[in-house]
């Protein structure tokens, strides 16, 4: 898990550093446009239903020690599992921002009774939505 961490971390990093200015970087109107509060909205609620609207018709999961590459019907019914056990108390947003390729990420953290999760979820914008394409659920250490 430190591993993903650490690598996330990089990511956004060097992301920020080559990318300051310009396309995909801090201007990047893109990155002024999505709006990734109705995402965050939804993993704050524990809401699974309502974070499943904004599924890509496949979602790269990891729930704990659970991930694969699902259907939009069948992540829904995992992430809801989850919150079924792990009903959120809290939630803090941690970080986003936007890559090189106009992919957008937001990087949060939830309290439940029975601990405290980071989530980190990638976005993408397709024709009409900006969908949901990657989603972890990790136990924070």
């Not at 939804?42 to 499943?52: P, V």
């Not at 990891?62 to 919150?83: H, P, T």
Request: glycine share 6%.
């Amino acid at each position: 898990m430190k591993l993903n961490f650490i690598f996330i971390s990089l990511f956004v990093i060097l992301s920020n550093y080559f990318l300051p200015f310009g396309e995909g970087g801090w201007g990047c109107s893109y990155a002024q446009t999505v709006n990734s509060s109705a995402h965050e909205s939804a993993l704050k609620s524990g809401n699974s239903r309502e974070l499943s609207k904004y599924f890509n018709t496949t979602v790269n999961l990891k729930i704990l020690n659970q991930e694969s590459i699902y259907s939009k019907a069948d992540a829904e019914k995992i992430v809801k599992d989850f919150f079924t056990k792990n009903p959120p108390k809290s939630y803090l947003a941690k970080h986003n921002g936007t890559s090189k390729n106009g992919a957008h990420y937001f990087i949060s953290q939830i309290t439940t009774a029975n601990g405290v999760f980071r989530t980190y979820c990638l976005l993408k914008k397709s024709e009409n939505a900006v969908l949901i394409h990657e989603l972890k659920i990790e136990l924070e250490e």
